[in-house]
């Protein structure tokens, strides 16, 4: 299991490397937050998918399935409480009409 975190920890530092925008970052730890204490490869592949998202739209657009795996690995009020907890990092990335509480 180390050896994953450890790839992963590579993976997103050459990705980091690669010039994306930095005003994403806040954003991207937010969504890796959300998703704190799960595990298994479907948690591991939206880990990826978060960061390789290129706008903050394509990060918004992960709550869904990120809800998801939340109440699967914990309960549905959880994941309403992780994905609500996002709304405020997205104020000014999105337009007001997009965010929209669970």
Known sequence: MAWKKSLHSWLHESVAAAGKPQHMEPLRLQLHEALQHCEGPMCER???RIDDAHSAQQLWQLRGEIFQLVARQFCQE??????????PAFRGSLPARMLTRV
């Open 46 to 48: 939206m880990r990826w």
């Open 78 to 87: 959880e994941a309403v409480r992780r994905i609500n907890a996002l709304l």
